[in-house]
């Protein structure tokens, strides 16, 4: 009897200790990522979350950032998934309201290019646009938006206002 309380003792910790490990709660209080399943049905796949990107991951650096003076993104919001065609809104601050509107994958490439008039306002008021903006992407695509205006001097984007997303195709 003496030597079972101290074994059940050692059995009941070394449980305790295997439940704490596996918990995998490492202590940072991030939840950690857990596979979901597909709708396919009975033995599907488990597909893993995917772990948002951040900006600098996917744009490429800003060549002349847009202030709030210039330009007031609305939709999409950053780091959403979106499908075709993407409506690309917000205000803009350019000459005659003209905007540019591009699309450029993880390496830079363009997916698509377009243009735009934002809505008749005052001169030197923000004015309200939205676009929608047709892509093609045969699978998911870690992708950048951006919004700017080009300038009448050298063509260059200027008050470039940028969005990373993904593209469904």
Request: overall charge negative; aromatic content about 6%.
């Amino acid at each position: 009897m003496r030597l079972l309380l101290p074994l059940a003792l050692a059995l009941a910790v070394a449980l305790a200790l295997t439940v704490v490990a596996c918990d995998g709660n490492d202590g940072d209080d991030e939840p950690t990522p857990v596979p979901t399943e597909t709708a396919s049905g009975a033995g599907a796949t488990p597909t893993p979350t995917p772990t948002p990107l951040q900006p600098e991951e996917v744009c490429a650096p800003n060549p002349d950032p847009a202030t709030p003076d210039f330009q007031v993104l609305d939709a999409p919001s950053p780091n959403t998934s979106v499908a075709s065609p993407v409506t690309v809104s917000g205000q803009v601050l350019s000459f005659e309201n003209n905007y540019q509107v591009a699309i450029y994958d993880i390496d830079g490439n363009v997916i698509v290019q377009t243009f735009g008039t934002a809505e008749g306002i005052e001169i030197g008021q923000l004015a309200p646009f939205s676009i929608d903006v047709p892509f093609e992407v045969e699978e998911p695509t870690p992708a950048c938006i951006w919004v700017f205006e080009e300038s009448a001097m050298s063509g260059d984007a200027v008050h470039v206002g940028q969005i990373p997303v993904l593209l469904l195709p």
